[in-house]
């Protein structure tokens, strides 16, 4: 199952680059087509404002279900910044990659860190709206910058592996996101207990740590099965 | 357009180490081909009895074919004969259902096809360019990724004619732009083995001495060339030999008598 091709032999530097290298052409190719900040952005903060449509301006139940809000919004909604179109190779660019040497780990790895690096910005536009909508309080709020990055890590993660594994599908656009809700599910948790345990003064140690750990996970599968996943859908 | 490519190709390459070396051989034209084997005595590439399927259906059956070094081999067949799947196989891209093969000297069936893979340039029907990337970006990413200079993308893309176009994005460059920004990618990279199909699709007549100039430099390297064309005309000046797929099967081509 381990990642096949030539950067194996390169070593980690070359690895390092290789993803790098598809890391800024996928953030290049991102920023031009807009399809990540300026269209779901807008669409995710539409979001949260239903809910205090739904419920009227029960405030304190606003307050209560905030942050919780929040990454549920993130988590539906930062799925399709992780499965995005932009991210896509077609088959013939996938080929040249393969011929250039590049590793499918360095390109898991690569869309990952791309896909994580607009998640980040996503919530970090996202949290403001949630903020002022629903006022949750922002009580342990240091807690939030870990919380952020390892839940874009993670979302980011299983958003590329899903990406490798429906490659080629004509029904990808859908499969994709069906096969990251579930497991994100972890992250969705995780999530919002280390904000609650925040608010209320309790230590979020432990849930950051099954972030950690979920995040390992994801990223170790994808680096293991990249190769695998790769010979099969260039099939 | 010669002297302008020099500075290319005169520079050795550091990835070029990836496949196995061989010493570099001119062939020949006018009568038989000193250099057609590859290291150890070899083909450059060599199927034996290949065939694949792709899904249930049989799409190459039986294939045998050799290039040598210095050799350049034309593929001609009606569409859907399976071309472009045996151009995949020689590229490694696709690994055989039946039958055994070596490319560079790697066999089609080991990990160590992974390690020859650029030193084999493949230019298929679809442009392999990102299309919200200029075609300098395009190229630099390329030459980033093989450890060359990014600023010999720009030198390619001069060589191939698009100097002035060379910051425009690939969505708004014409087919046959596009086929010479191609054609520029392969120059930058240098190949032993060049895989072509459609050799000539959607470029001009100008277009097309860049097809020839690539096919030399491939050669002029002891490297070899495999041409896919619908025009086994337009082949004739550029291969020693065509050979032809009919139903998936390789046979000589009738028409490339001329050239045995």
Known sequence: MRAE????AGGAGTLARQALEVAAKDLRVEARSGEALPVILPFGATALLLLPIAVGADLPLLRQAGWGMFWVVVLLFGTLVAVRGTAVDDPAQRDLLALLGVDPAARFAGQTLASALLLVAFQVLLAPVAVALYDPGLTGWRWLGPTVLLVAVGLAALGSLAGMLTAGLPARGTLAPLLVLPLSVPLLLAGTQVTAGAAFGRSPMVWLLLLVAADLVVLAAGVL??????????? | MES???????????RRRAAPASPPQRADHAGTLPGQTGPAGAPLAALRGVGVRLGATPVLRAVDLEVGAGQAVGLVGANG????????????LLPPTSGSGTVLGASLDSRARFAVRTAIALLGHAPALYPKLTLDENLALVARLLGERPGRATQALEVAGLAGARRRRAAHCSQGMLRRAELARALLTKPRLLLLDEAHAGLDPAASGLV????????????????????????RPLVERTVELADGRLQPAEEAGHAR
């Not at chain 2, 302008?4 to 550091?14: F, M, V, Y």
């Open chain 2, 81 to 92: 004969s399976g071309k472009t799947t045996l151009l995949r196989v020689l590229a490694t």
């Open chain 1, 225 to 235: 099965a990249a190769g695998s996943l790769d010979e099969t859908t260039t099939r």
């Open chain 2, 212 to 235: 020839e100039l690539l096919v030399g430099e491939v050669r002029g390297r002891g490297g070899a060339a495999v041409l896919v064309s619908h025009e086994p005309r337009r082949l």
């Open chain 2, 4 to 14: 302008r490519l020099l500075p290319l190709t005169a520079r050795p390459s550091a």
């Open chain 1, 5 to 8: 091709g030539t950067a194996v």
